[in-house]
């Protein structure tokens, strides 16, 4: 057995070791307040960092934005009733121009029927939509422009549809060609011709384009 001094000498080193462990602890925690505040303080300092980023790159994108000309889309549209023939052929072989509701149709014949095309000066041409009945035979639609100057003329749309039965009203779509999109009417005049023949016949067309704000 120990005496009273010895287990006095045992107690204290206990007591001391405890006391140790005690301070261990409380450094411990000590550290991970000071890693939690570091973390806190490095996460709101990205989080300035990416708003002052975002916020120079929106003042950037701002003026670039308001200086990138503005344009108004815009439709011109054209019924079949306003499409005269280009020529009578013979006088038997007849035609009917309906105007309610539109079309434009010959049972026999090879006429060819034309419109000239009223165009803002300065708009930009995108697309021309015909609207046709689409029947037993050929049905030939285009948009050409006139060299009024130089009496000289271009395509600029040209369809060619393909047989069908039964008939059925339909549409076609496409675009202009970006080099003569723009509509100059110093020298250039614009219109429409068709050629309806069978069961197939035109309506008319709409013509999507672009102006300046």
């Given at each position: 057995?120990?005496?009273?001094?010895?287990?006095g000498a045992?107690l204290?080193?206990?007591?001391?070791?405890?006391?140790g462990?005690?301070?261990?602890?409380?450094?411990?925690?000590?550290?991970?307040?000071?890693?939690n505040?570091r973390?806190?303080?490095?996460?709101a300092?990205?989080?300035?960092?990416?708003?002052?980023?975002a916020?120079?790159g929106?003042?950037t994108?701002?003026?670039a934005?308001?200086?990138?000309?503005?344009?108004?889309t815009?439709?011109?549209?054209?019924?079949a009733?306003?499409?005269?023939?280009?020529s009578?052929?013979?006088?038997?072989?007849?035609?009917?121009?309906?105007?309610?509701?539109?079309s434009?149709?010959?049972?026999?014949?090879?006429?060819?029927?034309?419109?000239?095309l009223?165009?803002p000066?300065?708009?930009t041409?995108k697309?021309?939509?015909?609207?046709?009945?689409h029947?037993s035979?050929?049905i030939s639609?285009?948009?050409?422009?006139q060299?009024?100057?130089?009496?000289?003329?271009?395509?600029?749309?040209?369809i060619?549809t393909?047989?069908?039965?039964?008939?059925?009203y339909?549409?076609v779509?496409?675009?202009?060609?970006?080099?003569?999109?723009?509509?100059?009417?110093?020298?250039?005049?614009?219109?429409?011709?068709?050629?309806?023949n069978?069961?197939?016949?035109?309506?008319?067309?709409i013509?999507?384009?672009?102006?300046?704000?």
């Amino acid at each position: 057995m120990l005496s009273k001094a010895d287990n006095g000498a045992v107690l204290r080193k206990r007591r001391k070791r405890l006391h140790g462990r005690d301070n261990r602890m409380r450094g411990l925690k000590h550290m991970k307040l000071i890693s939690n505040s570091r973390i806190g303080y490095l996460a709101a300092l990205a989080a300035g960092v990416a708003l002052g980023i975002a916020a120079v790159g929106s003042a950037t994108a701002a003026p670039a934005a308001r200086n990138a000309p503005r344009t108004v889309t815009r439709h011109y549209a054209l019924a079949a009733s306003a499409f005269a023939p280009d020529s009578i052929q013979e006088p038997t072989q007849d035609y009917v121009n309906q105007w309610n509701p539109t079309s434009l149709s010959q049972s026999v014949g090879d006429r060819c029927f034309d419109a000239g095309l009223s165009l803002p000066p300065g708009a930009t041409l995108k697309s021309v939509t015909f609207y046709y009945t689409h029947g037993s035979s050929v049905i030939s639609m285009q948009v050409n422009r006139q060299n009024l100057l130089n009496h000289q003329g271009s395509v600029l749309v040209n369809i060619s549809t393909h047989p069908t039965s039964p008939q059925v009203y339909t549409s076609v779509t496409r675009s202009f060609p970006a080099s003569k999109a723009k509509v100059d009417s110093s020298k250039y005049a614009y219109s429409a011709g068709v050629c309806p023949n069978g069961t197939s016949a035109f309506s008319g067309l709409i013509i999507t384009y672009t102006d300046p704000a």
